[in-house]
């Protein structure tokens, strides 16, 4: 038997989905912690895939002009090579970055909603991706804008998008860091990777649709007009966060975001070594 979620608890963690989902801090290792800390019981995986989809909303508003030009120049450069410019080839970027987590993600789905979401496995996630970030600042050299993204950019950052599928790694954070280690500006690793994001986090969010309204034992059961709220609230907070980090990345570090990962895993690994909350 699954519990009811409440008002308050879609809300509190919609809100948590918008402002965690774009910042490298994992919004799904974020709403499995504050749901237990808070509530006493895991949100559930299916529930953070469904506002996920008004976060993804926030993106395609925030890129309107930019995905409706990529669209637009996929389309062109099919029929005519000549017009095969940098946005044609983003598109194809983003088709082929995204067939690895479309397949781990659906043969590893019954995993990533049970054993994937224990606490331990997401306070080492946590700091082990700290320690990621340090390493792609310090060594990535962060030169080479938008404009020079390649093939084998987006294949790699499409295979450390599938890391995310892990609670506590941070979809934005994967992808960026692997955008870092390839030479990219940090802007433009993280606006290939709020792009690379879209196609995947909308297929999982529409896939878990039927999961969230009926749980069976996976997270607490919510209601139509509270997936509704929550996912709208996703949507304006998430709307926000993707304003200020890319003002934010533009000129300061990830390691800020490292620092407050691993005060975040440590504070849990003490909170689990003492019993206060449960791993499962």
Not at 61 to 74: E, G
Not at 237 to 243: F, L, P
Not at 263 to 271: N, R
């Amino acid at each position: 038997m699954t519990d009811t979620m409440s008002w308050t608890q879609s809300i509190v963690l919609g809100a948590l989905q918008g402002l965690t989902e774009f910042l490298p801090i994992s919004s799904s290792g974020h709403l499995r912690i504050a749901s237990e800390l808070m509530f006493g019981e895991d949100a559930g995986a299916s529930f953070t895939a469904v506002t996920q989809l008004g976060t993804e909303a926030a993106v395609l508003l925030f890129f309107a002009k930019d995905i409706v030009r990529i669209i637009a120049a996929w389309f062109r450069g099919l029929f005519h090579a000549e017009e095969r410019s940098l946005d044609y080839r983003i598109g194809w970027y983003v088709i082929f970055a995204t067939i690895p987590i479309g397949i781990i993600g659906f043969v590893l789905k019954d995993q990533i909603r049970t054993t994937g979401r224990n606490l331990w496995l997401v306070a080492i996630m946590l700091i082990v991706f700290a320690g990621v970030f340090w390493l792609a600042e310090r060594y990535g050299k962060k030169q080479r804008p938008l404009e020079k993204l390649t093939l084998r950019d987006g294949l790699v950052m499409g295979g450390a998008q599938c890391l995310a599928l892990v609670p506590g790694v941070s979809r934005s954070g994967a992808t960026a860091s692997a955008g870092l280690f390839l030479g990219l500006e940090r802007e433009a690793a993280f606006r290939f990777s709020f792009l690379l994001a879209i196609p995947a986090v909308t297929a999982s969010g529409l896939f878990s649709l039927p999961d969230a309204f009926n749980p069976s034992g996976e997270g607490m059961e919510a209601t139509g007009p509270q997936l509704l709220v929550a996912t709208i609230v996703a949507f304006i907070v998430g709307y926000a966060a993707i304003a200020w980090l890319l003002k934010f990345v533009s000129n300061h570090s990830m390691n800020w975001f490292g620092a407050y990962r691993v005060i975040l895993g440590v504070l849990l690994i003490i909170l689990l070594s003492t019993g206060a909350i449960s791993a499962t």
